[in-house]
C-alpha cells in the first residue's frame, strides 16, 4: 500500500501528479472539528494516445456541495 500525506490550507486548492493508475481513496481530519473522513473509492485512469499519456483530472471538494461527485463517509482514528 502506498501513502501520500498533504496539508491543505482552508479554501486552498492543490493538484497531485505523477500518480499511477489504480482505485484510491481520500482520507482527512478537519483541524477545526477533528472529525475524520474518507471519500468513496474512485478510479485513476492512464490513457496512452497518439498525443502521449493522458491522465484522470478529478476535482474533489472537501466540504458538502449540491450535486457533489463524492459520498463522505465518517471514518474512526484506527482507520485513518
Known sequence: MHYRV???RA???FTVKNVKSGNYDVRYR????????????FHLKEVRT??????????????????GNM???PLSEGEF
Request: neutral net charge; without cysteine.
Open 6 to 8: 498533504f496539508f491543505i
Open 11 to 13: 479554501r486552498d486548492t
Open 30 to 41: 478537519d483541524l477545526t472539528s477533528e472529525l475524520l473522513s474518507r471519500t468513496e473509492q
Open 50 to 67: 497518439k498525443r502521449g499519456v493522458q491522465f484522470s483530472r478529478l476535482r474533489l471538494t472537501l466540504y458538502k456541495v449540491d450535486d
Open 71 to 73: 459520498e463522505i463517509q
